[in-house]
């Protein structure tokens, strides 16, 4: 392993490890978790400590042939009880590596990773690393009409054992700790709908991640996007989960010189090489001491952008490409060696994979009451399909009417039935699509994290929206069924013609569920439900029938959501 003389010399023998976990072969992630409940004594907690490495890590990505290395060689490590901040200009490759630290990415046909990533000297390939550390992405990936309360809870009892009282006591742990008392039962909001402030949203982030009390924090930019006081209580945040004996690493855009001077350990990045891996306090000696000085009244981490700042990443100018060569070759040609953190206080991790800690029916349970809660207090959606069916209903009717009179003809007959049957599946289709594109980053995170299954998820989602969506149909039948006389106004016939409207519905539904889950945003599930409904209303076998399809073409009407 190399690291620099800078970051050796001033590692600190932390004698206070007190690693506890002791796995036996079989033991679950519950027993795992009860053995790892911390002691917080002496502020520290007696609990397993991770140490993270990585040596000569690379990534070399091929586009169209040709080969651009996004890291260069880079080698590290990241200490218990310290921040570690990552800077550098952007582009240089901070997400990449903490994506890549995190176990995040992988390599793949057009991109590749080379180098070798240990936590407590076991390659993180053999681990379950997700059930170790927590990932904060740069974007706030929250439910927006929970409270940061029921989103902490939700994710407690969806990712953690024990009793419902154990559950409320982390969650409000955990408020007291992000100071999030003041909003803990606001709606957290979005871009368009408001709700808390930046600084609590990304806080309630945080939270999400610390609920598993995990041993290695790592965040990408948790302060950017807010003021320069609310990113120095986040940053105060993660130096007081550093001191817990946390592992916590964070790429950080633009700090002030007071929260600069709180980082413990400082990796700067320019181009994909690494130029300085140390303290932070001693960054300003080292450059000053390679030929950069910083100015006595600049805020170093200003003067580290500049530095390392250039204009084009594809066409450097000389200049840049001189200066880039010169810090590179000098915090290359510093002698490495390797005395650190006291690495006999580290227990070696358990290498088999962690079972998750609810079965399928409490993940149901859970994932419908949230998704029930997020979709009721969103009710502009509801509300739009309620106007849709009503209004279609009384425009079917006012079209109708006067069909009614003389209600003999089978042609009239079967393009009213298209009308409803088109309405119905068109509203409902194009409603199901909408739901996904908003929920899939939290979707992707969940089931990346391996909270719960996918089919858990899917069907409490689908069953939690399925009243909003019987409801307006119901209504739409009564409109229609009572106005146009399709069999002598028989009563007990209505609940036919609901029920083969509400299978047609649930057909739809399953169309728009996979169309919605994808595509990325919502409105290009506005835009794509149209151009897979209007084919299938096309050889619904109205226009032309199914008998007048050209030889070998009758197959078609097995792909249409048909009625008649
Ligand atoms: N899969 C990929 N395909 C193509 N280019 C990539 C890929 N991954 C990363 N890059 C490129 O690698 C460079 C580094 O990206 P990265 O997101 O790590 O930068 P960063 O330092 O985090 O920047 P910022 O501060 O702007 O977020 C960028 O130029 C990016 O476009």
Redesign the pocket.
């Known amino acids: 392993m190399n690291i620099s003389k800078e970051f050796s010399k001033n590692m600190s023998q932390d004698g206070s490890v007190v690693p506890v976990i002791k796995e036996e072969e079989n033991s679950s992630f519950i027993e795992v978790y009860q053995e790892n409940i911390p002691n917080e004594a002496n502020g520290q907690d007696e609990r397993t400590k991770i140490q993270l490495c990585w040596d000569n890590v690379s990534?070399v990505?091929d586009?169209k042939g040709e080969e651009?290395q996004?890291l260069k060689s880079i080698s590290g490590k990241a200490n218990p009880g310290e921040l570690l901040v990552l800077m550098?200009?952007?582009?240089?490759?901070?997400?990449?590596?903490l994506n890549i630290l995190a176990g995040r990415l992988k390599s793949s046909n057009n991109?590749k990773i080379i180098g070798k990533i240990t936590a407590n000297g076991t390659d993180i390939k053999d681990l379950d690393f997700g059930y170790y550390s927590a990932y904060v992405t740069?974007e706030d990936i929250l439910l927006p009409n929970l409270t940061p309360r029921e989103s902490l809870m939700f994710s407690s009892r969806l990712r953690m054992p024990g009793n419902y009282q154990e559950h409320v006591d982390r969650v409000n742990g955990i408020i007291n700790d992000l100071r999030l008392v003041k909003c803990a039962d606001n709606i957290i909001g979005s871009i368009t709908k408001k709700g808390i402030s930046g600084g609590e949203r990304k806080r309630v982030c945080i939270g999400m991640e610390l609920i598993t009390d995990p041993i290695v924090l790592i965040l990408?930019?948790p302060t950017s996007g807010l003021d320069s006081f609310t990113a120095e209580v986040v940053i105060d945040l993660l130096i007081e989960q550093a001191k817990k004996g946390r592992t916590v690493m964070s790429?950080i855009?633009q700090p002030s010189t007071s929260m600069f001077d709180k980082f413990d350990k400082l990796i700067l990045?320019a181009e994909?090489h690494l130029v300085y891996q140390g303290r932070a306090s001693e960054s300003t000696k080292y450059f000053a001491k390679i030929g950069y000085e910083c100015p006595k009244l600049m805020n170093p981490a200003d003067y580290y952008m500049r530095l390392l700042h250039v204009v084009d990443?594809k066409h450097h100018t000389e200049e840049e490409h001189e200066k880039i060569e010169k810090i590179v070759s000098a915090y290359n040609s510093i002698e490495q060696n390797d005395g650190d953190y006291d690495k006999s206080k580290l227990e070696p991790l358990q290498t088999k994979h962690l079972a998750s800690p609810t079965n399928f029916v409490t993940q149901f349970a859970l994932l419908f009451r949230r998704a029930w809660i997020n979709g009721r207090r969103d009710p502009l959606a509801g509300q739009l399909l309620f106007i849709e069916y009503i209004m279609m209903g009384v425009l079917i009717d006012l079209l109708c009417n006067n069909l009614a009179k003389n209600y003999n003809s089978s042609t009239t007959r079967t393009q009213t039935l298209f009308l409803c049957a088109a309405a119905v599946g068109f509203y409902s289709c194009q409603n199901a699509a909408m739901q996904f594109p908003s929920e899939t980053p939290i979707f992707l995170k969940e089931s990346k994290q391996r909270i719960y299954s996918t089919t858990s998820y899917y069907l409490a989602k689908s069953l939690a929206d399925l009243p909003m969506q019987f409801l307006p149909n119901f209504l739409f039948c009564l409109i229609i069924y009572w106005a146009i006389p399709f069999n002598d106004y028989d009563a007990s016939k209505f609940w036919i013609f609901y029920f083969l409207l509400t299978l047609l519905q649930i057909n739809a539904l399953g169309v728009g569920y996979v169309l919605g889950s994808c595509v990325k945003t919502e409105t290009i599930a506005l835009a794509i439900t149209p151009v897979f409904l209007q084919p299938m209303m096309l050889w619904s076998g109205l226009f032309p029938h199914v008998d007048s399809y050209p030889a070998g073409f009758a197959w078609v009407q097995y792909f249409s959501v048909r009625f008649i």
């Open positions: 990534y990505i586009r651009t996004i550098g200009s952007s582009g240089a490759g901070k997400t990449t590596l991109a740069q990408d930019e790429t855009h990045l994909g990443r």
